[in-house]
């Protein structure tokens, strides 16, 4: 619970004066309310009691921490003093790194992606600052399936008749990080309905509908000549380096700043704020070993590049997000490790376990989409098929419903107990893994990633 500045001063025994010197020099900032306010949540409290420690345990004054944080976040400093002393070299990995480093790769690796041919730049055009997707001429196409889409989504378009006028969203920043198909396209352009300033990127390397993302640069009203849209990057196939370089783009507004808000799928703009900021306190970007996964190793060479060239950038940008919202497993799990860990920046609101989710989107979702997935990716007969769904959750049940639709005959594996009766309760073979994976045709993972 967040306090106020007369509270964290009764808690920590450090003046209110004290604690505004603090702030201007940049040791501990607390978040500010939409009125100004200061709020000194508990990873600030305590940050505030491990300094009284520090200062009094080795003799240091405020004005030498208050230099140290200068030679952290200024380079042309550092470089100075450097150059004076001899090189100093700050190798050491953050306390955080180990938690970094297993939040980066709790899920599976992603497949290496097509490369496309890029040079990492923004695109600009029209009344679109930046954006890179793969084909503006595609919006043609994207434009026809996002109508239909509108239709099939009464809720959206029942806010933008009901708060379209009053634009209540207006001046408010909103990131998103969530798959770049028509659907969120819709979602996309209700936010802009309402007054916000939206950019975007896909969360996931290969989900992006191309003819989508082209059609939101372009805009409802806009041509591919003179695109009057959303900055957008996504594309299918983006390789792991591209596709962490979109998501720091769609971070970061043509004036250095980012959002007031986050709409996060898995959790990847909410980590990558939390490490640049955790690596921009403690001035060292860990270097990677052997057992480390390709793609943390790219997510550390975003950040030391970051480091390097705008120091403090990512602990700018998580001092100014109000909230965000979290859409799936992976990234609520991230949350709660944040949480745990009292490393959380900003408030999180869990989506993923809303009834309206869990037990709509999850099952019945997923019992339209799975076969759609597989269809368009293999193009191959699913009936008579053995099929493996690994977790009987609310996902597992609807996948199962969508192979069975099929002819497929599916078996179910499953660690906890009445999920697994309820398996054998609808009539379907509960098995271990390992006696079906050699003859099985199609798995899917259905497990939460726990």
């Known amino acids: 619970m967040a306090s106020t500045i007369r509270q964290a001063s009764e808690a920590t025994l450090w003046s209110q004066r004290m604690l505004r010197y603090l702030e201007e020099a940049g040791l501990v900032v607390p978040l500010r309310t939409p009125g100004g306010h200061r709020q000194y949540a508990p990873r600030h409290i305590e940050r505030l009691a491990r300094l009284r420690e520090l200062l009094d345990e080795h003799g240091l004054a405020i004005s ?19 150059d004076w ?3 100093l070299h700050r190798s050491a990995a953050p306390p955080e790194a180990g938690l970094y480093r297993r939040l980066a790769t709790d899920e599976q690796p992603y497949p290496r992606g097509v490369a496309v041919s890029l040079n990492l730049t923004p695109d600009s055009a029209g009344a679109v600052t930046d954006f890179k997707v793969a084909d503006l001429s595609l919006a043609g196409f994207g434009r026809k399936e996002i109508t239909l889409a509108e239709h099939e989504m009464p809720g959206l378009m029942a806010l933008r008749r009901e708060f379209g006028p009053s634009r209540p969203l207006a001046g408010k920043k909103i990131a998103g990080s969530l798959h770049m198909t ?16 939206v950019r975007w990127v896909s969360c996931n390397i290969f989900s992006t509908q191309d003819h989508a993302a082209a059609a939101v640069v372009v805009g409802p009203n806009g041509t591919v000549e003179d695109p009057q849209g959303v ?13 962490w370089w979109c998501t720091e783009q769609m971070l970061t507004w043509p004036d250095g700043s980012g959002p007031d808000s986050i709409v996060d799928d898995g959790g990847d703009a909410t980590l990558l704020i939390h490490m640049g900021t955790e690596f921009e306190a403690t001035g060292a970007v860990p270097s990677t070993d052997e057992n480390d996964s390709e793609e943390y190793g790219v997510i550390l060479d975003l950040l030391r590049r970051s480091v390097a060239e705008q120091p ?14 979290e859409e799936t497993t992976t990234g609520v799990h991230r949350l709660y490790e944040f949480e745990k860990n009292g490393t959380l920046l900003f408030p999180a609101i869990n989506v993923n376990d809303s009834v309206t989710k869990s037990k709509f989107d999850n099952k019945y979702g997923c019992r339209h989409s799975l076969i759609d997935g597989i269809n368009r990716g293999t193009d191959v007969m699913i009936a008579g098929k053995l099929a493996v769904v690994c977790g009987y959750g609310d996902v597992g049940k609807g996948c199962v419903e969508s192979l069975r639709g099929q002819g497929a005959r599916v078996v179910v594996t499953e660690v906890d107990p009445i999920c697994a009766l309820q398996a054998a309760m609808d009539g379907l073979e509960v098995v271990q893994l390992d006696d079906v994976v050699a003859r099985a045709d199609i798995f899917v993972t259905a497990t939460g990633n726990k």
């Open 64 to 82: 030498d921490l208050a230099f140290e944080l200068r030679m952290r976040t200024d380079p042309h400093l550092a470089r100075a003093v450097d």
């Open 85 to 87: 002393f001899g090189p």
């Open 312 to 325: 403090g950038k990512y602990t700018r940008i998580g001092q100014g997000v109000i909230g965000v919202t």
């Open 182 to 197: 028509v659907q969120t396209a819709v979602l996309i352009e209700t936010l802009v309905a309402l007054g916000a300033d």
């Open 231 to 243: 900055a957008v990057y996504a594309w299918k196939g983006e390789t792991l380096p591209e596709y």
